[in-house]
């Protein structure tokens, strides 16, 4: 009888551990995708700040995630370069918008 307590317990742990992540893992996915739509949509309305905001939280969402790291440079940069004309450094800005140009997959 104690043998099947501690198996039913066991299990009961086992599920309710699995359930945890999994609703973990959803839960940070979601909040993944939302932040890179709020960036994309913030860049195609002309929203730096917004979307290098979007990208960074992103970024710490998922870590090892070249794509989110991969926008918010190119956003980076891009905020650089236009700082960079403000302030009639043209060489320094072409860098910045060359680089961003040419960033592959961005």
Do not use: C, P
Not at 20 to 37: P, V
């Amino acid at each position: 009888m104690k043998r099947w307590m501690w198996i039913v317990f066991a299990v009961i742990i086992a599920v309710g551990v699995g359930s945890y992540s999994y609703t973990r893992y959803r839960l940070q996915e979601e909040s993944y995708a939302d932040e890179m739509r709020t960036g994309e949509r913030a860049l195609k309305n002309h929203d730096y700040s917004l979307a290098e905001t979007s990208f960074t939280h992103a970024s710490r969402t998922r870590a090892s995630n070249a794509t989110a790291q991969r926008y918010l440079t190119q956003t980076q940069t891009y905020v650089d370069g236009t700082q960079a004309m403000n302030n009639r450094k043209f060489s320094a800005a072409k860098q910045d918008f060359t680089t961003v140009k040419t960033t592959k997959h961005g």
